[in-house]
């Protein structure tokens, strides 16, 4: 089976000859099934793009950050078109391959938690709006939010029937050597917003109770090329674009995997 798959495309900086000229890219890899690792639109576009990508191949997705920006993570889950992987549960892919996800969120654990970084997702999120202003309350929340994300992926794994293979999307890089931005890890002001210990730690835990599987872990959000093993049996690919290539209005195909 040929995955195809897609992260960080923000697909509504595109104006529509470029949006075309994009899907007929995908086409171009013959894809049986679109993986989207999140950052598709806006909370206004994204069940679009998700529909006019599911033209093209059947998808299965999580969302990034932007995906709810100018509205809250209530609404925009109440509404989400089929393929949303967490309320898909596991999917048995292939014979060999169970697929599943989970959006993750940046759980301000790792990094520089004094940062002066500020992110648009404190303005345009409403349940970060009213902790924009509040360090430790953003903390606080942005780490109950990571737990909340890794709670609903060990349900998945728990819940998942047995395969050789796992396939994990997730958008947000799951340890800090998968943040990855300009081909480096991103720096310690960034890493607290852009990397969810709380599912690594799952992800960990799991890999190393099942030693016999292969995981892999496809992410995006630090719009960085990587690829971690914190495990023999755990990869983690995080996509993105070469330093010095800019990853908004310019939508890649990242790999077609063959699983
Ligand atoms: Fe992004
Ligand atoms: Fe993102």
């Given at each position: 089976m040929r995955a195809t798959w897609l992260t960080?495309?923000?697909?509504?900086?595109?104006r529509p000859l470029a949006l075309k000229a994009f899907y007929d890219r995908v086409k171009q890899e013959a894809p049986d099934v679109l993986l989207v690792t999140g950052d598709i639109g806006e909370s206004d576009s994204v069940a679009r793009f998700v529909d006019e990508l599911r033209a093209l191949a059947p998808i299965y997705y999580v969302l990034g950050n932007h995906d709810y920006y100018r509205s809250s993570l209530r609404a925009v889950r109440t509404t989400l078109p089929p393929g949303w992987l967490p309320g898909e549960?596991?999917?048995?892919?292939t014979e060999r391959t169970v697929l599943l996800g989970v959006d993750g969120?940046?759980?301000?654990?790792?990094?520089?938690?004094?940062?002066?970084v500020q992110l648009s997702d404190w303005q345009l999120i409403e349940e970060l709006t009213e902790v924009r202003y509040d360090r430790a309350e953003r903390i606080g929340r942005l780490q109950v939010w990571g737990t909340t994300e890794a709670f609903v992926l060990g349900e998945l794994l728990a819940a998942a029937p047995p395969s050789e293979h796992l396939l994990v999307l997730t958008h947000?890089?799951?340890f800090p050597e998968a943040c990855i931005y300009d081909d480096v890890q991103s720096e310690p002001a960034w890493l607290p917003w852009f990397t969810c210990i709380a599912t690594g730690e799952v992800l960990a835990e799991y890999a190393r109770a099942w030693p016999q599987k292969q995981i892999t872990v496809l992410c995006g959000q630090s719009h960085g090329i990587g690829c971690h093993n914190p495990l023999p049996n755990l990869e983690v690919r995080t996509g993105g674009w070469p330093a010095?290539?800019?990853?908004y209005g310019n939508p890649v195909v990242q790999a077609t995997l063959d699983v």
């Open positions: 960080d495309i923000h697909l509504n900086f595109m549960g596991a999917v048995q892919l969120w940046g759980d301000a654990r790792c990094g520089d938690l004094a940062s002066t947000v890089p799951p010095g290539i800019e990853g």
